[in-house]
């Protein structure tokens, strides 16, 4: 059975960063972070396609994220810089697959989840 496990969530000061990390158990063709903002559905956040390493980023986040990937480890990074009070959220990683060389960011997409990694960001 997949499963992934988050970590390197905690509380920081607005402009602040943090780095989290996703371990999966089996390597799939997708990584991606989601987050769930209190009172809101989750969103997409960025994903990669682990063959290539090509990624997207959500246009809320976008210049303050980079997502990459060790393959001989099967983990995936997610380095936020310059974080705002409203990306207090848990940020869930997410496996799936793809027959393309990208990865969307559509929720139905991604098969496996974890638990997720709470990032607060205080003003």
């Known amino acids: 059975e997949l499963e992934l496990v988050e970590s390197g969530g905690g509380s920081v000061q607005a402009g602040g960063s943090l780095r989290i990390s996703c371990a999966v158990s089996?390597?799939?063709?997708?990584m991606a972070w989601f987050r769930r903002v209190p009172g809101k559905e989750r969103e997409g956040v960025a994903s990669?396609?682990?063959?290539?390493?090509?990624?997207y980023y959500s246009d809320s986040m976008k210049g303050r994220l980079t997502i990459s990937q060790d393959n001989a480890k099967n983990e995936v990074y997610l380095q936020m810089d310059s974080l705002e009070p409203a990306d207090t959220a848990m940020y869930y990683c997410?496996?799936?697959?793809?027959?393309?060389?990208?990865?969307?960011?559509?929720?139905?997409?991604?098969?496996?989840w974890g638990q997720g990694t709470q990032v607060t960001v205080s003003p």
């Open positions: 997410a496996a799936g697959n793809t027959y393309y060389d990208h990865c969307r960011l559509r929720l139905y997409d991604y098969k496996y």
């Open positions: 089996i390597s799939t063709l997708c």
């Open positions: 990669i396609y682990t063959r290539g390493s090509s990624a």
